[in-house]
């Protein structure tokens, strides 16, 4: 969307190594989320921030409200991997979505 | 490029009301999804349509929330009847289909008195 702009569109990594997916704001944001998407439809809950980092197994997430971005790290990259994924970012009244990054992890 | 449009983007209803929400996906995608934003649950996948067939129907939310695509360019979500509850955002999104980007309308939020 036009108020998120997340990166890298497509991404391609061997098993066991890592990368770093950014979105970035044009404006200020309160918070953020970042889903993966699975093969049903469902989008998966990874991380919601307000502020600071948060890590849960090989992943980790950071939110920066001021210089208005946010990532989401991959370590150690396991084929399960694979798929797509997405930040949302909310101001105080609407939600705006990434375009979204399609992992493919390699063996 | 016309995006994802949902309307109305927001609504106000009494407890018991039928509401309904519509979502034009962008043209050309074949898969439409109807998911639900709420500070607690974050996004719940109501409906899942493929060629607009239903594939996926969100299995906690059958009874009071229908999804319906008509045709390939148009679907909506009842919600009959509502509950407080049911107040949060919804959202359309639309795919090429397989693993595509999934293309997000602005939502339309709901709130029930």
């Known amino acids: 969307g036009d108020q998120v702009e997340q990166s890298p569109s497509a991404l391609s990594l061997h098993e066991g190594t890592g990368s770093a997916l950014r979105c970035n704001f044009t404006?200020?944001?309160?918070?953020v989320q970042w889903f993966r998407k699975n093969s049903r439809g469902s989008l998966i809950n990874l991380f919601y921030l307000a502020s600071g980092t948060k890590e849960n197994g090989r992943l980790k997430s950071a939110f920066d409200s001021k210089e208005r971005y946010s990532t989401l790290h991959i370590r150690d990259a396991q084929l399960e991997d694979s798929g797509t994924y997405f930040c949302a970012a909310e101001d105080h009244n609407r939600i705006f979505f990434g375009d979204g990054t399609q992992l493919v992890v390699k063996p | 490029d016309a995006g994802v449009t949902q309307t109305p983007r927001h609504e106000v209803a009494e407890k018991g009301q039928t509401i309904i929400l519509k979502c034009e996906p962008v043209?050309?995608?074949?898969?439409l999804f109807w998911y639900r934003q709420t500070k607690i649950q974050g996004l719940e996948l109501l409906s899942y349509f493929r060629s607009k067939s239903l594939m996926e129907d969100g299995g906690a939310f059958k009874d009071r929330f229908k999804a319906e695509m008509l045709n390939s360019s148009f679907s909506t979500l009842k919600i009959q009847p509502t509950e407080p509850k049911d107040s949060a955002v919804y959202l359309c999104?639309?795919?090429?289909?397989?693993?595509?980007?999934?293309?997000f309308g602005e939502g339309s939020k709901l709130t029930v008195l």
């Open positions: 999104a639309s795919s090429s289909g397989g693993d595509g980007q999934l293309y």
């Open positions: 404006t200020t944001m309160r918070a």
């Open positions: 043209s050309g995608h074949n898969d």
